[in-house]
């Protein structure tokens, strides 16, 4: 399945256009004095997914992302809706092969998630939506938000239960039982993690890394950074998934073993992005050779404490024992229709599984396993690609109007 990669590098600063209003509620607070709240959330493609109003909106769907620096908008038409004025435009880039793009900046808004509120916040509106988020999750994606409530709660994502707990710093304890503690820097907006450590047989290769909830990969290794990871012998090249800027190629990997902390995780499914995708959009002046996506994150319980400057994670067992997985099909669909849940294969790796039973891209997606696609997310339907290599999956596809049946063996192919 491709993950989305959304570090966003935002090049104009808007964080100033407030200054000068009269004094009234300002910035993110829980309601009613309340020193904590709990928001429940979906995982979706491996993202999260929490439920946002703007101003006086319908409730709307967006990701929470450690990646990002601004709360952004990508749904034009929600823009329209709301009626949102933009006072001036800036440029932003973030990872992709093309060109940086023009947004509007709307100022003075009300962003409410849950019990939680943020007064007077600017937004910035993509013209169009370029990322397109809506198609890979498999269900209407509006924006973006994370660095704003990072910053002024300690985050406690429990991946186990679908909840997020936000609780005022000043009311936070960490006791061991939490789970384990390990220093992060916040540089640029984002949190970087140095207690990772690649491991190929007996070479021990250290990595500092961005946490990245906006990312449904387990591990990205940028390999024009770090030239002490060897790219695995064996890689497909791939589609890893759409930035700001456009498509991200690169090639997907096994790494042997990671050490985090006291945790060992073996046989990781591991993107290596190609330069042209993620070189000239990263910070030259930040060290990093990577990140950490929810792929690996959904495995722990894990807790953001910017204002301290520490990570917890906290294990969860039967996650810890699930083994990492690739979809075993060769194909990549994307998700169409009103709601989202017409299925299409977009594109399809030479010699895998999905060719050799004479699936085409273009192909629409009607059956799967004698189950309707609008019974199924494209979560459940990637989860059915990684059920377990050796296993038949059968399909009834739309092609052109004439209905065509296909069979295929679940093989690995990295």
Same mark, same amino acid.
């Given at each position: 399945m491709r993950?989305l990669?959304?570090? !966003? *590098?935002?090049l104009?600063s ?6 000068g ?5 300002f910035?993110f607070?829980i309601l009613?004095?309340? +020193? @904590?709240?709990r928001v @429940?959330?979906?995982?979706?493609a ?13 409730t709307?769907r967006?990701?929470l ?8 908008l990508?749904?034009?038409k ?5 009626d !949102?004025k933009?006072?001036r435009?800036? %440029? ?5 092969e ?13 962003? +409410?998630m849950?019990?939680m ?15 397109e988020?809506?198609?890979f999750?498999? #269900?209407p994606?509006?924006?973006?938000i994370g660095?704003?409530?990072?910053? +002024?709660?300690?985050v406690?994502?429990d *991946? ?8 005022n710093?000043?009311?936070y ?11 992060i820097t916040?540089?640029d ?7 990772v ?6 070479k021990?290769?250290?990595?500092k ?5 906006g990312?449904?990969h387990?591990l ?7 030239a002490?990871?060897?790219?695995? &012998? ?8 759409r930035?700001?800027s456009?498509i991200?190629?690169?090639s ?9 902390? /006291? ?6 499914? @591991?993107?290596f992005?190609?330069?042209?995708s993620?070189?000239s %959009? ?7 050779q990577?990140?950490i996506?929810?792929e690996?994150?959904?495995r ?6 910017y204002?301290d400057? $520490? ?8 996650? #810890?024992k699930?083994?990492? &997985?690739h979809?075993?099909?060769?194909l990549?669909?994307?998700?169409k229709?009103?709601n989202?849940q ?18 085409r891209?273009?192909?629409?997606l ?9 019974q199924l @997310?494209?979560?459940e339907? $990637? /989860?059915? *690609?990684?059920?377990?290599?050796g ?13 065509v049946?296909?069979? !295929?063996i679940?093989?690995r192919?990295?």
């Amino acid at each position: 399945m491709r993950v989305l990669f959304l570090l !966003l *590098f935002f090049l104009t600063s808007v964080s100033s256009l407030c200054l000068g209003q009269e004094k009234e509620k300002f910035g993110f607070q829980i309601l009613r004095n309340r +020193r @904590t709240t709990r928001v @429940t959330f979906e995982l979706q493609a491996n993202l999260i997914i929490v439920p946002i109003k703007i101003n006086n909106s319908d409730t709307l769907r967006f990701i929470l992302d450690t990646g990002v620096s601004s709360i952004i908008l990508t749904d034009p038409k929600i823009a329209k809706k709301l009626d !949102l004025k933009s006072i001036r435009a800036v %440029k932003i880039s973030g990872a992709g092969e093309g060109l940086e793009l023009i947004a509007g900046v709307s100022i003075g808004n009300n962003i +409410r998630m849950g019990e939680m509120i943020g007064y007077r916040q600017n937004i910035i509106a993509l013209e169009n939506d370029v990322l397109e988020l809506s198609e890979f999750v498999g #269900m209407p994606i509006h924006g973006i938000i994370g660095y704003d409530i990072f910053n +002024r709660f300690v985050v406690t994502i429990d *991946f186990g239960t679908h909840e997020i707990v936000l609780q005022n710093p000043e009311n936070y304890t960490y006791r061991s039982s939490k789970g384990d503690r390990f220093p992060i820097t916040i540089e640029d907006s984002k949190p970087y993690l140095d207690a990772v450590q690649v491991i190929d047989n007996e070479k021990i290769t250290p990595l500092k890394v961005i946490i990245d909830t906006g990312a449904g990969h387990a591990l990205s290794i940028d390999a024009t950074r770090i030239a002490q990871v060897a790219m695995p &012998e064996k890689t497909v090249k791939a589609q890893l998934g759409r930035g700001l800027s456009g498509i991200i190629n690169g090639s997907l990997g096994r790494i042997p073993k990671m050490r985090l902390g /006291k945790f060992e995780l073996k046989d990781i499914v @591991t993107s290596f992005p190609d330069s042209a995708s993620v070189i000239s %959009k990263a910070s030259p002046l930040i060290e990093r050779q990577g990140n950490i996506g929810c792929e690996l994150l959904r495995r722990f319980k894990v807790t953001f404490n910017y204002r301290d400057q $520490y990570l917890v994670l906290k294990p969860i067992n039967r996650r #810890m024992k699930e083994p990492f &997985e690739h979809n075993m099909t060769g194909l990549e669909i994307i998700a169409k229709g009103e709601n989202f849940q017409d299925f299409t294969i977009e594109r399809i790796i030479d010699g895998s599984p999905a060719a050799k039973a004479g699936l085409r891209e273009g192909d629409s997606l009607m059956f799967i396993d004698n189950k309707y696609h609008n019974q199924l @997310t494209i979560s459940e339907i $990637y /989860k059915i *690609f990684q059920k377990g290599e050796g296993k038949q999956i059968s399909f009834i596809v739309n092609r052109g109007g004439e209905m065509v049946y296909a069979n !295929l063996i679940l093989k690995r192919i990295i």
